[in-house]
C-alpha cells in the first residue's frame, strides 16, 4: 500500500465512521461467530462441494449422498457433536446458525445416514462404515520445531512461514503429476489390489487451506481419491514419507540407493534452492556452535566433522558474505570434493536438506477414512483468522498474518465494506451455480474475505462440479448401454 492509499483508507474510515463507536474491538466471541454465520459464511458454497453434483436433475443423482455425509460440531465450552447429517443446504445453514459451532469439522459419508446409525444398527441389514472420503493431508509448523529457530509450538511468523509454502508445492506438484500417480500405483498394486481406482492421471481437485493457525489442509477431491480405501491411503501417506529417524536422532531422513524419482525432483526444483537461498540465512542454521553441532552430527565422518569444526571454531567470518552460506559452502566442498568422496558421504548433503525442508505430514490423518477435517471457511478460536483457500500457484505470496479476522471482516460490514467497486470484474464473474441464494448480492463480497469465496468458486468448486457432471453422465450412459445390451441377448 502506498503512503497515499494509507492515507484515503483513513480518511474513508473518517467519513464512514465520525466516531469511532462503530469499530470492533479484536476478537473471538460468540456473538461475532453469530454475525459471520448469519452474513458471511459461504453455506451454499460447501453445501455444492459436498454435494459433487448430486443435488441435480440428472437420473445418475444419488439423493442420498449429502446427507450420508458426517458433520462434527465443536460447540463453545468444548462440547462436541458428532454425527451430525442434513439433507439441503437450508437444513445444514440454519443448524449453524442456530447451533453456531466454534469449529466444524467435516468427516466421511458413509453407508447410511449417521444421524440415524443406531438405528440402522438395529436393523441388522445395513452396515455403518465410511464408503467415501477426500484424500486428506494435514502439515503443522509445530512439527518442524526442532528446524526452525524464530518460533516454537503454536506460534508462526514470517520466518518460519516458508516451510508451509514448500509443503504446499512440493505435495501439489505431486500430486497432479501423472508419474508420481504412476508410481503410486505401482507401490499400491505391490500388495494391493489397487481395484483400477487409480488410473495414471494425476489429481486434478485439489483445495490448500490455511488452518487458521499454524498450518495447511490440503483436500484431494477427484472421484478416485475419495474412493481410495484405507489401504490404499495408507500406502499414500507412506510414499510421501522420507522420516526414518525418531525423535532423539537428528539425522530425520536416510536415504538410501537412487534417490527416488519424486524426491530427485522435489529436491532439484523446490527443497535445494529454498534451503541454499532462504532457510539457511533466515533460520541462522550454521551461526552458533549448538547450531553447527547440530548438522554436523549427521554426518557420520569423524575426519570430515572435525575438520569443519577447526574451521567454524571460535571464529566469525571475516567475508562480507552471510556466515550461513560461507559455513554450507565449506561443507558442501567438503562432502562432495574427490578427497572425502566416501560412499554414503555424498548423500549427507541432501539428508540435511531434506531434514530441514521437506513437508511432514501427520501421517494420521491421511491414513482414515474417518478423520475429521476441518472445514474451510471456520474461524480459528485463538487468532480470530479464517481458514480461507490458498493458491497453490501463488502459495509464496499467502501471509498468514494479513488473512482476515473476524473482528475486522465485521468492522468491514458496519462501514458498508472495503472498496466494493476496486475489482468489480472479479464480482461480476460469471457463476454456473443458480441457486437463488447465490443470485442474491452476498455480503461477503463487500468484505475482504470476498477475494476468497471467488478463488474457492473459481479455481476449485466450478471445475469440480463440471468434472462431476461429465463423470456422471459418462457412467450413466455405459450403465443404459450396458443394459441394452444384456436386454438385446
Ligand atoms: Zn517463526
Known sequence: MTIEEAENGRDDMLIDGPDRANSIPDGFNANYLKVYYGRLFPHVDIFKWMCYGNDGKHPACDKSYFGRREFSFTLDNDIYLRFQSFNSASELESSIREKC????????????DPAKRHAYAQGGDNVFAPVERELVFDIDITDYDDVRYCCSGADVCLECWPLMTVAIKVIDTALRESA???????LISEFIDNGGLLDDFGFNHILWVYSGRRGVHCWVCDGKARRLTNEQRGAIADYFRVYK????????????????????????????????????????????EERYEKILSMIPD?????????KWQGRSSNSKEDINVHRWGQLKHMLQSGKHKVQGLHRCVEEIVFTFTYPRLDMEVSKHMNHLLKAPFCVHPKTGRVCIPIDPENCEEFDPTTVPTLSELLQELNTGGIGADADDDDIHFSCNI???????????????????VRFFRSSFLQPLLKSCKEEMETSYNAKLQQTKNNLSW
Not at 180 to 186: A, K, S, Y
Not at 302 to 310: A, N
Not at 446 to 451: H, P
Open 245 to 288: 529417524g525418531n525423535e532423539n536422532s537428528n539425522k530425520k531422513v536416510s536415504l538410501m540407493g537412487p534417490l527416488h524419482p519424486f524426491l530427485g525432483r522435489s529436491y532439484n526444483e523446490v527443497l535445494r534452492a529454498f534451503f541454499e537461498g532462504n532457510l539457511l540465512s533466515s533460520q541462522n542454521i550454521l551461526s552458533t
Open 434 to 452: 443458480d441457486t437463488n441464494a447465490m443470485l442474491l448480492i452476498a455480503e461477503w463480497d463487500k468484505t475482504s474475505l470476498g477475494k476468497s
Open 180 to 186: 508420481v500417480v504412476r508410481e503410486i500405483v505401482n
Open 101 to 112: 459451532p466454534f469449529k466444524i469439522d467435516i468427516g466421511p459419508v458413509y453407508s447410511v
Open 302 to 310: 569423524e575426519s570430515v566433522t572435525s575438520e569443519l569444526r577447526g
